[in-house]
């Protein structure tokens, strides 16, 4: 059999070579069983050495079988398969059966084309929305980059491999090789380059670095070696994506400075807060401004205030504010001179004096933007904070704690969890007084549909009755029935009638055809007769002698041999059950009879 005939668990037929990494190749699959093209990756076989690698693999393809979405996609099944190699050792290769996603790689777009502002905050948009439910799945992705993305029609964005570099990373073989550093080094986040833990923020920092490609055009660290890379990314600071492309706004600059902060707490905390920013940033808006961490942060090269500006690196030294105050147009200063000629030189330093004093509260505030507390101004109230995405009981304890009034309104959502904040109006940031009420729209859970019946059904009429329920089919697995035919649904996981979310995982189990077939022999004829044709076997019974041939007497009571093997076998048959023949009887010969007197004459024909 050629590479393009092999069949993979029994049912995806390899197809054409379509993408190598280090880790797997990927091939153009077709599922014979539902009858749709699928994606097919063949991991490396040696890491199915690892005696716990096969479990977490499983765990964390399911976990990502379980994340239905448009930007990520989609686990169909995941496995490992079997094959012998040219010494008659048994060798295993670790599977994954995606969607097949036709388009191209961020990657190979990044390599080949300047993409604009514009298509390149798009594509980061939808990869924040890919993680936003990742993450809220529980799932870190942990190798965030282009060559996980793919961009398909209308530039809609797929992020594949979600849970898989858990697994691997999981595995010691690879552990060993790589000294506990899994991902790709250009896009490395700190905690990763120096083997710590990971979470959610470290999508996100890899996210940053994308961001800063497609619009700097280039990454933001490069070396001879992944190990400098890497070294680059844990202790260097990136140059502004604006000295490489002056389109990009300071707003913009922020952004992806603080997505890139060598601390994680200094980072967007949750995709959705990235996006929101990023949104901000493009729109013009001043909210970008609130996205520069306080001082000592060591998001970018030079202060807060440069993310801002960046007229030039400001220092907060008092010699330094004063330059920065005679640094002020000229002309505004000659004017007021002008035309104020009967004032006092001290007049004019008291001008000069309270613009310096404004640059320093500016300045104050910039710096200690992102830090802890709600700051109260006499002049312009409490500053909200955020809640949205917290849950309404943390959200309402936040507020409240700021003496502000809060009203809760429920609100369906597909996306956000049941009892937690989608928005809140007045926007985090506004400055209000004391007591005013603060709406907080809470998530009443996503709309409910009812898993549908399909009991009985084929596999390929099931999966198109789930799904037009807004449910995602998610394993299928095959079991033995007695009655229910091969490739039918014998049951579903939840089961029919259930309401669930829009979105929501049906796994489906189906009949293979078989039953298994259990010895009878050495039983009681009835025994076994009972045995065999209950509901769980469901076969048709006939006893019959062996060498009934030569049987004289009747037939035995005890099973001494039956017609079906014990195992699996197909359903529906008749099985024989064969005994002995017992109470047999050899036949006297017949007597002969004694002849008395004369012989009786022969009768003769007249003629």
């Known amino acids: 059999m050629n590479e393009n005939e092999r069949l993979i668990a029994g049912r995806y037929r390899l197809g054409k070579l379509v993408g190598r990494g280090g880790m797997a190749e990927v091939f153009e699959g077709y599922d014979t069983r539902l009858g749709r093209t699928v994606a097919i990756k063949l991991l490396k076989s040696d890491l199915a050495n690892d005696a716990s690698f096969e479990a977490k693999f499983r765990q964390e393809a399911q976990a990502s079988a379980r994340m239905a979405h448009p930007t990520i996609v989609r686990v ?25 996603v036709k388009g191209r790689l961020l990657r190979e777009l990044i390599h080949d084309d300047e993409i604009e502002v514009s298509r390149s905050i798009k594509f980061v948009n939808g990869i924040l929305t890919a993680l936003e439910v990742s993450h809220r799945a529980g799932v ?10 793919m961009i398909g029609d209308g530039d809609s964005i797929k992020v594949m491999d979600f849970g898989i570099a858990r697994a691997v990373s999981d595995n010691s073989a690879t552990q060993a090789a790589t000294g506990g550093i899994i ?63 002056p389109q990009i706004s300071s707003e913009l600059d922020a952004v992806v400075m603080r997505a890139m902060a060598k601390d994680r707490d200094q980072r967007f905390q949750n995709a959705e807060e990235f996006r929101e920013h990023l949104n901000a940033a493009v729109a013009g808006t001043k909210a970008a401004a609130a996205l520069v961490p306080t001082t ?86 409490i500053q909200v904070q955020s809640v949205e995405g917290s849950l309404y009981e943390d959200a309402f304890n936040t507020l409240t704690a700021q003496d502000l009034l809060v009203l809760r309104v429920y609100e369906k959502s597909e996306s956000v969890p049941e009892g937690v ?15 005013t009420p603060v709406t907080v729209y809470v998530s009443s859970g996503a709309t409910e549909v009812t898993v549908p019946n399909v009991i009985g059904r084929t596999e390929a009429d099931a999966v198109l009755q789930i799904e037009a329920q807004g449910l995602v089919v998610g394993t299928i697995s095959v079991v033995g029935s007695a009655t229910v035919p091969e490739g ?14 829009v979105g929501s995982v049906v796994n489906l189990v189906l009949s293979d055809g078989t039953v298994s077939v259990p010895d009878v022999r050495n039983l009681d004829v009835l025994e076994a007769r009972s045995i065999l044709t209950a509901p769980a076997i469901g076969f048709t019974v006939s006893v019959e002698i062996l060498d009934e041939a030569s049987c004289t007497g009747r037939p035995g009571t005890v099973v001494l041999q039956q017609s079906i093997a014990p195992g699996d076998a197909r359903q529906l048959q008749n099985i024989i059950l064969y005994v002995e023949c017992v109470g047999a009887v ?19 024909a007249t003629p």
Do not use: C
């Open 183 to 245: 991902g790709t080094a250009q896009y490395f986040s700190p905690e990763q380059a120096r083997g710590d833990a990971v979470d959610g923020r470290t999508d996100l920092y890899s996210t940053g670095v994308i961001l800063y490609e497609l619009l700097a055009g280039r990454p933001p660290f490069q070396g001879e070696s992944a190990v400098s890379v890497a070294y680059q990314h844990v202790s260097e600071v990136a140059e502004l994506p604006s000295k490489y492309n």
């Open 296 to 381: 000592g942060s060591n998001v970018g090269s030079g202060d807060a205030t440069e993310l801002i500006s960046r007229p030039r690196p400001i220092d907060t030294s008092p010699t330094s504010l004063l330059e920065g105050f005679e640094t002020l147009p000229n002309e505004k200063v000659t004017t007021a001179t002008n035309s104020t000629s009967k004032i006092g030189s001290g007049v004019i330093w008291g001008l000069g004096t309270g613009v310096a004093v404004i640059l320093i509260g500016l300045l104050f505030w910039v710096m200690n933007l992102g830090g802890g507390g709600s700051p109260i101004n006499p002049d312009t109230g």
């Open 488 to 501: 039918t649904v014998v049951a579903s996981d939840p089961v029919t009638n259930q309401q669930l979310p």
């Open 421 to 435: 904040v989608i928005r809140q109006e007045p926007a985090a940031g506004t400055s209000v007084l004391s007591k």
């Open 76 to 100: 169909y099944d995941a496995g490992e398969e079997e094959t012998i190699d040219e010494n008659g050792s048994t060798k295993k290769t670790p599977f994954i059966v995606m969607e097949f």
């Open 586 to 604: 050899t036949p006297s010969p017949t007597p002969t009879p004694t002849v008395t007197g004369s012989p009786t004459p022969t009768p003769t």
């Open 140 to 149: 870190v992705h942990r190798d965030i980059k282009p060559a996980n993305v």
